[in-house]
């Protein structure tokens, strides 16, 4: 049974940063999408960014470019999204996802990932 385990979650002041972990159980393919999303009431699920776990290669939304990295350490199969410089429109539930293969290109893609944890929220007060 794949599991994914996120954590990390929880309230920081604007400016500030969180490092979020998804833990992958069940899952060993050596070529995998790890994505991040988030996503706040009443409104859609929204694509942070992917890696590819074969080759490292990353993609990022515009909203997060520049303030949040997407990292991954395979032999621990955890994917880490580091977020910095975060403001109150940050503010959502985190997901993480996985699946066979690499990041597609296309968000429509990534919000179809076969594989998704729980969701950890994160708080930004201004």
């Known amino acids: 049974e794949v599991q994914l385990q996120a954590s990390g979650g929880g309230l920081v002041q604007a400016g500030g940063s969180l490092r979020l972990s998804c833990a992958i159980s069940?899952?060993?393919?050596?070529?995998?999408?790890r994505g991040w999303f988030r996503q706040v009431p009443g409104k859609e699920r929204e694509v942070i960014g992917c890696i590819s776990s074969s080759d490292g290669s990353t993609y990022y939304a515009d909203s997060v470019k520049g303030r949040f990295t997407i990292s991954s350490d395979n032999a621990k199969n955890t994917v880490y999204l580091q977020m910095n410089s975060l403001k109150p429109e940050d503010t959502a539930v985190y997901y993480c996802?996985?699946?066979?293969?690499?990041?597609?290109?296309?968000?429509?893609?990534?919000?179809?990932?076969?594989?998704w944890g729980k969701g950890t929220q994160v708080t930004v007060s201004s």
């Open positions: 996802a996985t699946e066979w293969g690499p990041c597609s290109d296309y968000d429509r893609d990534l919000l179809g990932m076969d594989y």
């Open positions: 069940g899952f060993t393919f050596d070529d995998n999408a």
